[in-house]
């Protein structure tokens, strides 16, 4: 197998979609990743824990249905190139 732009694109979206699955009661609390901590004042800067969570609220809101035509994609292309 070699190392190639689609197996980095694929290794991208596998990434991509272990952050999108992620539960904020089940895991992310449990971990100590809630969204309702680390919450600064004004004028604070964020910390890389709340840039994290942000990250992943974002991701969880804004790429849910890109992700499932892009995972439709990616299956119809490897049923079809192997």
Not at 25 to 42: K, Y
Not at 65 to 79: C, D, G, M, R
């Amino acid at each position: 197998m070699a190392f190639t732009l689609y197996s980095l694109l694929q290794a991208g979206l596998l990434v991509v979609n272990a952050v999108a699955v992620l539960h904020e009661e089940r895991f992310l609390r449990n971990v100590g990743w809630a969204s309702d901590q680390g919450i600064g004042g004004f004028g604070d800067a964020p910390g890389i824990k709340a840039q994290l969570m942000n990250l992943v609220q974002s991701v969880r809101t804004v790429m849910r249905v890109p992700l499932i035509a892009v995972n439709s994609i990616t299956i119809v292309l490897l049923l079809l190139f192997g």
